[in-house]
């Protein structure tokens, strides 16, 4: 039985490698164009707390992490990236955004957003948001979207 499984892994590892290798060749990567027009923001406590919670996705202001530039993660990362930047947009904001501030009041308060799964393995220990820290940001972004 142990010879079956090593010459089936010695038949599929390669194969997994090679895989994985060709992979790293489409370029799949996250743009950053230029920040056109922010939110005014009522405090810097306020943009902080949104940069360190929402800005990685929800901004054109997106950070490189080295394991966003590894495939497949990094095909996950631009779609969940261009997902963010579509449904809300810091960097692009304009007063036709403002009725999607509801939807961030509720996806905040309800603990979606951030999701839990951006937390993972404390990669961004910043967006991990205290009870208090949740409720601060909220009462800023009343105050600064309206």
């Known amino acids: 039985m142990r010879s079956r499984i090593w010459k089936f892994a010695r038949f599929v590892l390669p194969i997994v490698v090679i895989a994985f290798l ?3 060749l489409v370029p799949y990567r996250i743009r950053n164009p ?3 027009l922010e939110p005014k923001w009522d405090s810097a406590r306020t943009r902080a707390l ?5 800005y990685d996705c929800h901004s054109n202001e997106t950070k490189h992490h080295w394991y966003t530039q590894v495939a497949p993660i990094s095909w996950w990362t631009v779609n969940h990236v261009r997902d963010g930047r579509g449904a809300l947009n ?3 904001w304009r007063a036709s ?3 999607e501030t509801g939807n961030i009041y509720e996806s905040i308060s309800g603990g979606s957003m951030p999701p839990s799964y951006y937390t993972w393995f404390g990669f961004h220990k910043a967006a991990k948001l205290t009870a208090k820290q949740r409720a601060e940001l909220l009462a800023g972004l009343r105050k600064t979207l309206g």
Request: contains cysteine.
């Open 22 to 24: 060709l992979m790293q």
């Open 34 to 36: 230029p920040a056109r």
């Open 50 to 54: 949104t940069v360190a919670t929402c």
């Open 90 to 92: 810091f960097s692009e």
């Open 97 to 99: 955004t403002r009725h």
